[in-house]
């Protein structure tokens, strides 16, 4: 089993940035690949960034790609997501995900993930 906690959101006004963390623990040799996901007002949970252990790529919803990143310490069991140029409809609760299995080819889909953290609010000004 994997605990996942997510941290460093908060509110940033347009274009700013903001670093969000997912710090895992349990069995962390379980963490195969991870995700970002977030959720807006209103909206359906959308995947944001993947890190995929299984073919050593990333991945990113088009609409951040560029601005933001996703980023291992495998030393600490933690996961980054560093978010430049934030724009207003970047607001939401963002969610870390985490996969044991050996596949990661449907990294955009919730279904992918069988570990979520609670969440971390980001909150971006006009």
């Known amino acids: 089993q994997v605990h996942l906690v997510e941290s460093g959101g908060g509110l940033v006004q347009t274009g700013g940035s903001l670093r969000l963390s997912c710090a895992a623990s349990?069995?962390?040799?379980?963490?195969?690949?991870m995700g970002w996901f977030r959720q807006a007002p209103g909206k359906e949970r959308e995947f944001v960034a993947a890190?995929?252990?299984?073919?050593?790529?990333?991945y990113y919803l088009d609409s951040v790609e560029g601005r933001f990143t996703i980023f291992r310490d495998n030393a600490e069991n933690t996961v980054y997501l560093q978010m430049n140029s934030l724009k207003p409809e970047d607001t939401a609760v963002y969610y870390c995900?985490?996969?044991?299995?050996?596949?990661?080819?449907?990294?955009?889909?919730?279904?992918?993930?069988?570990?979520w953290g609670q969440g971390t609010q980001v909150t971006v000004s006009s």
């Open positions: 995900a985490a996969s044991p299995d050996e596949s990661h080819l449907y990294y955009y889909r919730e279904t992918q993930y069988d570990y």
């Open positions: 890190d995929s252990w299984s073919d050593g790529n990333t």
């Open positions: 349990g069995r962390t040799s379980d963490v195969l690949n």
